[in-house]
Nanobody, 125 residues
Framework: QVQLVESGGGSVQAGGSLRLSCTASGYSFSSACMGWFRQAPGKEREGVAATDSAEYSTFYADSVKGRFTISRDNAKNTAYLQMNSLKPEDTAVYYC??????????????????WGQGTQVTVSS
């Protein structure tokens, strides 16, 4: 059974930082594309960042480039999202997602087969 569990969310002031973690089980993490997505109240879920096993292919939404960094530790079956210079518009529920057995081709939601339950990030001004 595939499980993705996010952690690390919380409340922070604008300009602050958070690091999200996503621990995976039930599939071969090292051969999967891992992505981070977010959904703000009243908005559609959107892609934030994604990377494949060796981080050959890494994708970022324009809105987070230069501020967020995706990484992974295949030995720990864990993906990370380091978020710096946070803005109030980054407030959302953040989800990790996986495409087992695949490199990453982008941030299109329908490509991602497995999803975590999300962690709330709130940025105050």
């Amino acid at each position: 059974q595939v499980q993705l569990v996010e952690s690390g969310g919380g409340s922070v002031q604008a300009g602050g930082s958070l690091r999200l973690s996503c621990t995976a089980s039930g599939y071969s993490f090292s051969s999967a594309c891992m992505g981070w997505f977010r959904q703000a109240p009243g908005k559609e879920r959107e892609g934030v960042a994604a990377t494949d096993s060796a981080e050959y292919s890494t994708f970022y939404a324009d809105s987070v480039k230069g501020r967020f960094t995706i990484s992974r530790d295949n030995a720990k079956n864990t993906a990370y999202l380091q978020m710096n210079s946070l803005k109030p518009e980054d407030t959302a529920v953040y989800y990790c997602a996986a495409i087992p057995g695949s490199v990453c081709h982008g941030l299109t939601l329908r490509w991602y087969r497995h999803w975590g339950q999300g962690t709330q990030v709130t940025v105050s001004s």
